[in-house]
């Protein structure tokens, strides 16, 4: 597995995160992070898509999660913003593609300007393909969220995940109540873990039992609590109880915080550039032939 894919990851969570608009939690990036690297260890393929793309805020840390010749699809309704029927976000796709070429520039991605309604389950694969992790964040009534899981149960590939958004939002739910109608029906999709606004499901039992082993081991100080029943099996919750947060301190530094902290970051490399620079300068012929003049400048400066 490429170590790029690891270090792309990181940055997209540390710097691009606190620049793209929407909602994604950094605790559910780290949980994302950690599952797309695992399943390239695995040797899943089949690239990520999402319903609901906003500007990108989640998208990107997919698409950064890609190895070499993955594909990405990223479908929103974009400026038909009257197929958005609940108001949830506003995609932008003027912006996402400049947040694209910014975050995730060698991305090869497809984008879909289009309802997800207008999308069948027969033709989810066509558009879609077979992803190895979907993210469902478009419409938020409980019509469309069932109608998304099941677009999602029909085109993730084999071992692959479903991550659906804001399932536990108290301004949303309608996500819940299309969450319920989903697993109370014969459901295609087991459920198996739960971060802050963000649930994770995947195609059958023992796939669920390999990504729940894999996160206990890979983030036990984010695990809040094990084996919480839901829906007729069990899943474990991230964030919330969390031991991280044993001192009762809030999750992470707010927005404006991130931002300042990314800002400085920047500069600090841009401050080590110019400084290699200077040095190279220094070292060059042309700074060493003109050492005698810079010497009689300074001596005729004293005197
Ligand atoms: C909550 S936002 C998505 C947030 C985004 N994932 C992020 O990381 O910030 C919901 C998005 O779904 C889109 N949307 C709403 N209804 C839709 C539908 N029926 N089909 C496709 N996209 C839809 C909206 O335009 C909006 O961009």
Known sequence: MSATV??????????????????????????????????????????????????????????????????????????????????????????????????????SVSVVASS??????????????????????????????????????????????????????????????????????????????LSPNKLYLTDSPESAAGYTAHLRAALPDLLGKRDVEFFGTTIDVYGQGAPRHANGRPAGPVPEVRRARAAARRAKQEAADLSDELAAVRTSASWRATAPLRGLGRLVRRS
């Open 6 to 107: 690891v270090e792309r990851l990181e940055r997209y969570r540390a710097d691009g995160l606190a620049e793209v608009e929407g909602w994604f939690e950094p605790e559910s990036a780290e949980v994302m992070a950690s599952l797309l690297v695992h399943q390239l260890e695995l040797g899943l393929g089949g690239g990520v898509a999402e319903i609901g793309v906003h500007h990108g805020r989640s998208f990107l840390l997919l698409a950064n999660g890609l190895a070499p010749g993955e594909p990405a699809v990223a479908l929103d309704v974009f400026e038909h913003q009257e197929q958005n029927a609940d108001h949830s976000g506003k995609g932008d796709r003027t912006r996402f593609e400049e947040n694209l070429a910014r975050w995730a520039p060698s991305a």
């Open 116 to 193: 997800s309604l207008d999308v069948s389950v027969s033709s989810a694969r066509d558009v879609f393909g077979r992803p190895r992790m979907f993210s469902v964040d478009g419409g938020h009534t409980a019509e469309i969220t069932r109608h998304d899981l099941t677009l999602a149960e029909a085109s993730v590939g084999d071992g692959g995940i479903v991550v659906l958004d804001d399932m536990l939002n108290g301004h949303w739910l309608g996500v819940l109540t299309g969450t319920a109608g989903y697993l109370l029906s014969d459901p295609g999709l087991v459920p198996f873990a």
